[in-house]
């Protein structure tokens, strides 16, 4: 039995110029957040007893999980932060009790920023013993510099409704160096194997 | 991410005549379209375990496992079905 994450990253430059791009690899980077998600909504109670956690939310705040009212949720908008692929610039390796990017990129045009794209999602279906989908998401360097991208991370929704919080489901290293104009695109494949 | 599996099978006694802890093969389609569902909030046309496509819903209860009246029955995942006895079990182990 095998459920993988696979990443794909391309960079390109303002004028679309392709730059660096990966080959599909596969990832080894879940880490708790996703399993206590997955938990909760197995156990699909509002009141777990005992209760379910607590595990960190992207803002480092203890929850106690419940069933939630959009489960994985992951879908960020253009320019949103919460949910979705993000990036980052630190290079710390992946630790499994990790539960936020170690210095995410925030949204803009500022120093240091990315301008966030809607996330999209794409299911590939069943191809030989595989069934897979993609996620993708496109960060743009409107910043004014480059921008050292070092890291990669899924952040989705958890314990709604009463209040909605984020976990980190999954986080990777990458190398991608985006220039002033730019932009670094983010691939990720889920893929289960029978 | 791996799934493992964990069976104990006892006679009316309470001896134990297998215990079994082994991976598991496999996640099946379904289960990805409940993840894609969940990550996208676009809902899936789904097998239920009664061969009926259902509609899945991409809110509450997506994954729900505990046991309820009302849960729909979507098939997840399949494990080897051997025939559970002292000789078959034994043959099991040794595979």
């Known amino acids: ?194 | 991410m791996n799934l493992y599996y964990e069976v104990i099978v006892k006679d009316r006694y309470g001896k134990l005549l297998a215990h079994l802890k082994q991976p598991a093969r496999s996640w099946l389609k379904q289960w990805n379209q409940l993840i894609y569902g969940g990550m996208s909030g676009v809902a899936q046309s789904v097998l239920d375990t009664n061969g009926i496509n259902r509609t899945q819903s991409v809110t509450y209860d997506l994954l729900k496992f505990s046991a309820s009246p009302v849960m729909p029955a979507w098939a997840w995942l399949r494990v080897p079905e051997p025939t559970w006895s002292p000789s078959t079990t034994t043959a099991f182990r040794a595979r």
Request: hydrophobic share 35%.
């Open chain 1, 1 to 194: 039995m095998k459920s993988q994450l696979y990443i794909k990253v391309e960079t390109r430059d303002r004028g679309g110029s392709l730059l660096h791009r990966t080959r599909m690899r596969r990832c080894r980077s879940f880490v708790q957040g996703y399993n206590w998600a997955v938990c909760a909504q197995f156990l699909g109670s509002s009141s777990p007893s005992p209760v379910l956690g607590p595990v960190k939310d992207t803002g480092g705040t203890n929850r106690n999980l419940r069933t939630c009212g959009i489960p994985f949720r992951s879908n960020g908008g253009a320019g949103v932060t919460d949910t979705g692929i993000r990036v980052g610039t630190s290079d710390d390796s992946v630790a499994i009790n990790q539960h936020s990017l170690q210095a995410p990129i925030g949204q803009g045009i500022g120093a240091g920023q990315m301008e966030h794209f809607a996330q999209t999602f794409s299911f590939t279906g069943v191809a030989g013993n595989q069934c897979s989908f993609v996620t993708q998401r496109v960060f743009v360097n409107n910043s004014g510099a480059p921008i050292a991208v070092r890291e990669t991370a899924i952040y989705m929704t958890v314990f709604y409704p009463t209040t909605a919080a984020y976990i980190m489901a999954a986080r990777d290293l990458i190398s991608e160096d985006v220039p002033d104009g730019g932009a670094v695109t983010v691939t990720y494949t889920i893929r289960i194997v029978a």
